[in-house]
């Protein structure tokens, strides 16, 4: 579920390649995600393609916790705290230098 989270935000922000992991690099060289949310997105992408495609993997509880969290956070960065950052600033821009 969480993979596929993250193959959703690649199409939401226009992201190209042939695959999750070009589409992940794409996000990455326009600048969406830095390289510690590349990371953990690569790790979501491995952790799902084993689960899907290895009927002997056992995904932990804590795995799946911490992959939970890792996708929100990528989210919360890419949806929320982007556009919130981008507003502050604007704001910030418009108010009178303080002495």
């Known amino acids: 579920m969480c993979r596929k989270c993250i193959e959703a935000t690649c199409k939401t922000l226009g992201a190209k390649g042939r695959d999750l992991s070009a589409r992940l690099q794409n996000l990455f060289d326009a600048g969406h ?3 510690r ?3 953990w997105a690569h790790e ?3 952790i799902g393609n084993e689960a899907a495609h290895d009927p ?3 995904v932990t509880k804590r795995d799946a916790r911490d992959v939970l969290d890792f996708t929100e956070s990528i989210l ?3 949806f929320s705290l982007t ?3 981008e507003k502050f600033r604007a704001r910030r821009a418009k108010e009178p230098a303080k002495s």
Do not use: C, G, M, P
């Open 33 to 35: 995600i830095d390289s």
């Open 44 to 46: 979501i992408r491995l």
């Open 83 to 85: 556009s919130r950052f």
């Open 76 to 78: 919360i960065y890419v």
């Open 37 to 39: 949310l590349l990371n």
């Open 56 to 58: 002997d993997i056992k």
